[in-house]
């Protein structure tokens, strides 16, 4: 693990001047919290020589980023593990998701990465993978089987990572995966059963970058545009951005 030291929009900030950076996005509350697996599917459409991202508005009422454009997502159900897929992570892709220490499986990466094209489905309408017979007693992945679709896991490629800091009513360990347009079997015309996220539509990553995102989705759209501009087909197993709270700074590191 490395320390990249370039200029970013979150590296370098203190725990206070976090907070209040983050003060309208985040409940702050006491008492450590360890943080739960999420994951994020940012959605990509390349139309000549600029690329789109998919970002939706999440309801104002929401005590976790009330009104802010994000990608579709949220936390890892480990059940997720256990769906039958069309084709599995590239090996790379995988051995990055698996992480280390006590908790690194297989599994955790698979069921990481589901959880992602799930919450996709649920928030946004879109199903990611293969036509094709699917059966599944899952009701999370109910919808995948009414339209025959096999998730597919082999083009989603590990973006960055990041750990809500300390001090939040909710901290999540969140992994960003990025997947193609073409990548989506259907795409539900009413948008998905959970209805989380408003006003979904594609922007530029000009346009993106200048929405009311949270701080940590204006710091990966922006890797996301240096990873495009040096690696325009995502090559799997690229070094992966890692930011968290170590010793009362924000910092960024690569995986």
Do not use: C
């Not at 009414?146 to 989603?156: A, F, I, K, Q, Y």
């Not at 989506?184 to 979904?200: H, R, Y």
Request: proline letters at 7%; glycine letters at 8%; zero cysteines.
């Amino acid at each position: 693990m490395a320390t990249d030291r370039r200029s970013n929009a979150m590296a370098g900030m203190s725990r206070e001047a976090l907070d209040h950076a983050e003060s309208k996005d985040f409940a702050l509350g006491t008492g450590p919290k360890r943080p739960r697996d999420a994951a994020t599917l940012i959605l990509l459409d390349r139309e000549g020589a600029s690329v789109r991202v998919l970002l939706g508005r999440r309801s104002r009422h929401h005590a976790f980023m009330p009104g802010r454009f994000v990608f579709p997502g949220g936390r890892t159900d480990p059940a997720d593990a256990r769906i039958a897929v069309a084709s599995d992570l590239h090996p790379d892709e995988k051995q990055k998701l698996r992480g280390t220490g006590s908790r690194a499986s297989d599994a955790r990466a698979r069921a990481i990465a589901l959880s992602a094209i799930r919450e996709t489905y649920e928030e946004a309408g879109l199903l990611i993978g293969n036509p094709g017979s699917f059966q599944t007693r899952n009701p999370g992945w109910a919808g995948f089987a009414e339209h025959n679709v096999v998730p597919s896991l082999d083009r989603l490629r590990y973006l960055a990572r990041a750990i809500t800091p300390p001090g939040r009513v909710r901290r999540f360990d969140t992994r960003f995966l990025v997947a193609w347009k073409d990548d989506i079997a259907v795409e539900l015309p009413d948008g998905g059963p959970t209805e989380e996220l408003e006003e979904l539509a594609w922007f530029n990553l000009g346009e993106a970058k200048e929405l009311e995102v949270p701080l940590i989705t204006k710091t990966v759209l922006a890797d996301l545009e240096t990873r495009l501009a040096n690696d325009p087909d995502l090559r799997p197993g690229a070094a992966i951005p890692f930011y968290r709270m170590r010793h009362r700074r924000f910092q960024r590191e690569l995986l």
